[in-house]
C-alpha cells in the first residue's frame, strides 16, 4: 500500500524557516531515493531536494545552501528544512520517490510573504 503524507507547511515571512515532514510506507522508503517536490501557482512541479538510500543528498541551485533534506529511518520519515525562505518558495510541496511514483500525497502549503 502506498503512502505519502506531507506536513508542516504554513504561513512565513521572508527570511523565516519551516520544517517539513513526510511520513511514507516502508516499501517506498527502503527502496528508493527519496525527494521533495514544489509546485508553485501556475508552475510545474520541480524536485527540490533528493536523498538517496545512502544517505547522499542533492539539491538545484535554487535552492542549494537553505533547504536540507534528511530522514528517519526507523519513522520512515523524510525531512525538508526549510531555511532563508523567499516569497519565489511559495508552492504546495510533496515529497515522493525519485524518479517519482505515480502516486502523490495531499502536499503541505507554504506561503512566504515580502
Known amino acids: 500500500q502506498v503512502q505519502l503524507v506531507e506536513s508542516g507547511g504554513g504561513l512565513v515571512q521572508a527570511g523565516g524557516s519551516l520544517r517539513l515532514s513526510c511520513v511514507a510506507s516502508?516499501?517506498?522508503?527502503?527502496?528508493?531515493?527519496m525527494g521533495w517536490y514544489r509546485q508553485a501557482p501556475g508552475k510545474e512541479r520541480e524536485m527540490v531536494a533528493g536523498i538517496t538510500r545512502g544517505g547522499s543528498t542533492n539539491y538545484p541551485d535554487s535552492v542549494k545552501g537553505r533547504f536540507t533534506i534528511s530522514r528517519d529511518i526507523p519513522r520512515n520519515t523524510v525531512y525538508l528544512q526549510l531555511n532563508s525562505l523567499k516569497p519565489d518558495d511559495t508552492g504546495d510541496y510533496y515529497c515522493?520517490?525519485?524518479?517519482?511514483?505515480?502516486?502523490w500525497g495531499q502536499g503541505t502549503q507554504v506561503t512566504v510573504s515580502s
Open positions: 515522493n520517490a525519485v524518479p517519482f511514483l505515480n502516486y
Open positions: 516502508r516499501n517506498i522508503f527502503i527502496l528508493n531515493t
